[in-house]
């Protein structure tokens, strides 16, 4: 699987990233942890630069790493034009790399219906991306995601900006893929609680360093200590503060 | 197209059908072209100079609408526009020198026109690395507009004599459009548009984000060059056989959003007969309003594109730039 | 000193056609027959004798009554002196008196403005010949007009041809052989004034629109001094607009400087325009001799051998 060796990386000599080593796990959840600034965005979007621009080497299976439809890579806020209904964001996404004379087939529509079904979202493919909530949104943006069935599914902060509602949907959208589909996945989020609670595996990064890199279970209060610089009050795990 | 675009298509094609007709009928005198006694004069004037120009004019009109939205959607910004950003200076410089320096070459102008728009695309795409916010793109294509401007200045002062036409041709000009331009501009323009019309619908792709495009495959940099190309190849036809002619490409999108959805297979056909109207228009509209002074439609649609954007920035809280 | 006797040899004369042709070199004689001059054509004036055809090189019919169109003022202040039938002409405040006149009255069409003259009002006036000049921007744009006529235009010997040539051609009658008598006796006055005095350095300058120049040989203006003798320390310039500043003028200081325009106006302008340049130091101020001349045309016009003899009187004295 997805693998960083050595990874520095800087913008105008700030140091974003120094020294990453890790490896992820097949079939299992990972999640990235750390506060604003941390730079675990930087973490994933260096799959999308050129190679030339960060020092160090990402493998995956054993190989250099390129982008091929078997990873999904969803950043944090993809722009959607208003006038895009569901069908038409879901066919672009599916067909955009095809020849531009190349017609949309009865199988592509059943697999973008059978995306859509994955999310719950069917009901939503003939209205405007624009009349959808945020929740909703962001339901089909990671159907989006699955369209080429791919085995490594990166997020970036897919909770973000939705309210506690839609963030477990999602989140429970996230689980059951793993489950079902047996995908692997790395997810980036700043909420601690839902981190924990959804990952297999966390690492813990801080200032552009991994601090911690262990079984979910294993992380102590002192670790999150440590990678974050905060006081805890005495409820145990689960009642870490949100949203740091 | 969805019904509501057809509609307004069958519309848009009766109104041009209308400005073409009046256009050929009106001018300095009025002349009915189906009347089989027209003197030999009459049809001289309807056949070697209203239908030429006229033509010239709905052509020109088309290529620089559709390579303005075309411009627009590679960009991602709805301000964006050949002539604002420099390409049609471009692509007037590089004519120009052409003409100059091997008129024999006149059949191929929009070819090297198109030569000249693109390396001013580059100039701004290099640019754009720098800092990729529209407004300043917008701006660095006026400042690289303005120094073109002075070039071309610089060779047709230089060369004055030899360039003679270029007063006229930098503004672009329907008054002495040759039967022979028109027919090459008809050959240009019937590829390029159903080029365009091809593109548009799966064009609007690219009003997606680049990190996202990547994510599904598309190599988002390559596919902006390539749907650019076609803009500025569209735009170098107008160039080359009518002369420069700003705002079209600027103006045309725009009333065809109000009209239609912002899908581009909608907005482009719509975009396209706005276009011709727009230019048949102006041209017919300066020549009943001047019936003497030739003025050059290129300066009539300045004039009516100018307080357009005006209006439209001082009443407009949602274009996207 | 050079005698020249008014019946035989004016001179050699330079002339050169058009921009992008080789400078031809030809004699230009009169011949006085009773009070009328002709000129004596030579074998090297083929090119004048291709004058009068239309752009597909069919000579054209032409006489007093013939209804022609004209899209150039200078060019028709020349025909409309001859007395050619101008039906219609482009607007322009230059135009003469006659003309003007016509226009105001609605006595011929008003074809616009001459950088872009409105071709359906020339195709419906039905000109059988339509005249431009070779001076005037874009001739190259009317190609498709076949009956239409370039007149050289750009060198003062070129008058000459242009108002002998329609004449001969087309016996206008007494009206234009009037003009052309008036012509060449203005023409010969001026050059009878020519004396072998050393000029030294001559600089002749062209101002317009506020912008002055310097003319060199290939020039309208350069052109004057050729007919006059007179050695143009610029003549060679292959540069036509290259601008005339102080710095240039303090560095070469002619002993001579000349400087042309159009009306009165330009006149007061160029006054204006040495006054306050501080020219005293040059040797052309300390000797008197910037002359400020007054033409009616920046180009060849009906005018152009009165110009020369006010430049005559200027340069060698009354």
């Known amino acids: 699987m997805l693998e960083y060796k050595n990874i520095s990386y800087e913008i105008a000599d700030k140091q974003i990233l120094d020294n990453i080593n890790f490896k992820l796990e097949a079939g299992k959840i990972t999640a990235i942890l750390g506060s604003n600034g941390s730079g675990k965005s930087s973490l994933i979007k260096l799959l999308l630069k050129n190679k030339r621009e960060y020092s160090g080497e990402i493998t995956i299976s054993g190989k250099p790493f390129i982008k091929t439809s078997d990873v999904s890579i969803l950043m944090q806020s993809t722009i959607i034009p208003d006038h895009f209904t569901v069908y038409d964001f879901m066919k672009y996404s599916l067909i955009g790399s095809r020849s531009i004379l190349s017609k949309i ?64 949907i999602i989140l429970n959208l996230i689980k059951e893929l793993n489950d079902k589909e047996q995908m692997t996945i790395l997810i980036v989020i700043h909420d601690l609680n839902h981190g924990l609670r959804l990952a297999d595996n966390v690492i813990l990064l801080k200032q552009g360093k991994i601090v911690e890199d262990k079984l979910a279970t294993e992380i102590s209060e002192q670790d999150l200590k440590l990678a974050f610089d905060i006081e805890f009050n005495r409820h145990g795990k689960n009642t870490f503060i949100t949203n740091i | ?24 009928i009106f001018g300095t005198k ?108 917008i701006v660095a294509g006026i400042a690289i507009s303005s120094i073109i401007r002075s070039m071309i200045n610089l060779v047709s002062t230089l060369f004055a004599e030899n360039l003679q036409s270029t007063i006229a041709w930098t503004n672009g000009s329907l008054n002495t459009v040759q039967p022979n331009d028109v027919k090459l501009m008809i050959m240009y323009s019937i590829v390029l548009l159903l080029v365009a019309l091809i593109v548009s619908t799966r064009v609007d792709i690219l009003l997606l984000d680049d990190d996202y495009l990547h994510n599904i495959g598309v190599n988002s940099q390559r596919y902006r060059l390539l749907i650019a190309a076609v803009a500025i190849l569209l735009s170098a036809v107008s160039v080359s056989f009518v002369g420069t002619i700003g705002f079209v490409g600027l103006l045309a999108p725009h009333i065809a959003r109000r009209l239609v959805s912002n899908s581009g297979y909608n907005l482009m056909p719509v975009t396209i007969l706005i276009g011709g109207i727009l230019v048949a228009g102006c041209d017919l509209l300066q020549r009943l309003i001047f019936p003497i002074y030739e003025i050059p439609v290129g300066i009539t649609m300045s004039f009516i594109g100018g307080t357009y954007l005006v209006i439209l920035l001082i009443r407009s809280n949602n274009v996207r730039v | 000193m050079k005698k020249l006797l008014s019946t035989v040899i004016v001179g050699l004369l330079i002339l050169s056609g058009c921009q992008s042709q080789a400078v031809n070199t030809v004699a230009l004689e009169f011949t006085k027959s009773g009070d009328d001059y002709s000129l004596n054509t030579t074998e090297e004036m083929t090119t004048y004798n291709q004058l009068i055809t239309d752009l597909t090189n069919l000579q054209v019919d032409l006489n007093a009554d013939t209804p022609v169109a004209v899209l150039a003022t200078s060019t028709a202040n020349i025909l409309d002196s001859i007395g050619l039938n101008i039906i219609a002409v482009t607007d322009s405040k230059d135009l003469n008196q006659n003309l003007t006149d016509k226009l105001a009255n609605g006595e011929i069409t008003n074809l616009g403005s001459a950088l872009e003259p409105n071709l359906e009002l020339l195709y419906q006036v039905e000109p059988d010949v339509v005249f431009v000049g070779s001076n005037m921007p874009h001739t190259d744009q009317y190609d498709f007009l076949d009956n239409l006529v370039v007149l050289p235009q750009e060198n003062y010997p070129e008058i000459f041809y242009t108002v002998y040539g329609l004449m001969e051609q087309f016996s206008l009658g007494d009206q234009a052989q009037a003009v052309f008598n008036q ?17 030294g ?32 320390m610029y003549g060679d310039l292959k540069d036509v607009d290259l601008p005339m500043d102080r710095e240039r003028l303090l560095t070469d200081d002619p002993d001579m400087i000349i400087v042309y325009g159009k009306g009165e106006e330009a006149v007061s302008e160029i006054n204006d325009l040495i006054a306050s340049s501080k020219l005293d130091s040059l040797t052309a ?30 340069v060698y004295g009354q």
């Open chain 1, 105 to 168: 087939t009865t199988k592509d529509d059943q697999q973008i219906d059978s995306c859509l079904e994955k999310c719950d979202s069917l009901q939503f493919k003939d209205k405007l991306i624009s009349n959808l909530s945020g929740g909703e949104r962001q339901r089909i943006i990671i159907s989006s995601a699955l369209l080429n069935n791919p085995r490594l599914l990166i997020l970036d902060e897919p909770t973000t900006f939705l309210d506690i509602k839609y963030q477990t």
């Open chain 2, 1 to 24: 197209m969805d019904n509501r675009t057809k509609r307004i298509v069958i519309g848009l094609l009766i109104l041009l059908g209308a400005i073409a007709f009046f256009s050929i």
């Open chain 2, 30 to 137: 009025l002349i009915n072209p189906l009347n089989p006694n027209n003197s030999v004069i009459d049809n001289q004037i309807i056949f070697e100079l209203r239908m030429p120009r006229t033509i010239a004019a709905i052509i020109s009109g088309m290529t620089l609408a559709a390579g303005g939205l075309l411009i627009q959607i590679s960009m991602n910004n709805q301000l964006a526009d050949t002539s604002i950003l420099g390409f049609q200076s471009g692509a007037t410089l590089v004519a120009l020198v052409i003409m100059l320096a091997i008129p024999s070459l006149y059949p191929f102008l929009p070819l090297f026109a198109f030569i000249g728009g693109i390396l001013v695309y580059g100039l701004i795409y290099l640019i754009s690395k720098k800092n990729s916010s529209s407004v300043f793109l």
């Open chain 3, 183 to 199: 012509l060449v006796t203005t023409d010969q006055e001026a050059k009878s004034l020519i004396s072998d005095q050393d000029l």
């Open chain 3, 201 to 232: 350095d001559v600089a002749i300058l062209k101002y317009a629109y506020g912008n002055v120049t310097i003319a060199p040989d290939n020039t309208y203006a350069g052109s004057l001094l050729t007919e006059l003798s007179i050695d143009n």
């Open chain 3, 285 to 314: 101020a300390q000797k008197n001799q910037i002359y400020v001349l007054e033409s009616q045309s920046l180009n060849v016009d009906v005018d152009s051998p009165a110009t020369l003899l006010e430049l005559s009187k200027d």
